[in-house]
């Protein structure tokens, strides 16, 4: 699908001339950004803790890429708003399926509460990719040996590294010799704010092998005393 030329100029528009509640685009003015903007419809919501939902987006633009740690400028048909939100699945899902992943935290922020009261499957946004902290996939020696620490939903850029990472060592298998391995601590105030729960139990707070990745460690410290709380 080839990007039409009015929703290219709107989108240029809106990110120009938005100005209200705009912290994304005052911390970001900065930063890069491509020049590639895409429409991305909504094809899956789910609802991955009682105050995220992940959104799986089907990028129209060919041209439309990302490296792991990046984060898209998140454009809305009739809100003047524009998010920031970073992208939690790996580039690779985008070069196989043309889709990407999003988790959005619900507040009073314009887009994450559209996101969460508004939002159908079948709705259609713009996306912008910026930023420049990123997993270089070009350089062995950013996956040989990680360590990750995040808290809360600031998982989402270092999920998609990890996903990357992992990809990476399973393609290249046993052949390559010492492949590494990585660490994630990921912390939360209470468990059920641990989001992407596709590594966890409740029982398993302790620094432990995961089974989707065997050169994954996860640790789950909690800053709520009762982990069932």
């Known amino acids: 699908m080839i990007l039409r030329k009015e929703v290219f100029q709107r989108a240029i528009r809106i990110i120009r001339m938005s100005t209200k509640a705009t912290e994304h685009m005052e911390k970001t003015s900065n930063s890069w950004r491509s020049k590639v903007v895409s429409e991305a419809k909504v094809v899956e919501i789910q609802n991955i803790s009682s105050k995220v939902k992940t959104l799986r987006l089907q990028i129209a633009s060919k041209e439309f890429s990302f490296l792991s740690g990046q984060w898209v400028d998140f454009i809305i048909p009739n809100v003047d708003t524009v998010g920031g939100y970073s992208i939690c699945s790996s580039p690779r899902y985008l070069h196989e399926f043309r889709m990407l992943d999003l988790a959005i935290k ?124």
């Open 106 to 229: 619900n507040s009073s922020h314009p887009p994450a509460e559209w996101v969460h009261s508004k939002c159908q499957v079948g709705d259609t946004v713009l996306l912008k990719v910026g930023g420049q902290c990123i997993w270089n996939p070009e350089n062995p020696s950013q996956w040989k040996h990680t360590l990750f620490i995040a808290g809360g939903i600031g998982i989402n850029p270092l999920l998609s590294m990890i996903l990357s990472i992992e990809e990476t060592r399973k393609s290249k298998g046993n052949t390559s010799g010492d492949i590494g391995s990585s660490v994630l601590l990921y912390s939360a105030s209470k468990t059920n704010e641990l989001i992407f729960k596709v590594w966890t139990i409740l029982d398993s707070f302790n620094f432990r092998l995961s089974t989707n990745w065997p050169r994954l460690f996860v640790y789950f410290p909690l800053q709520q005393p009762n982990p069932y709380v």
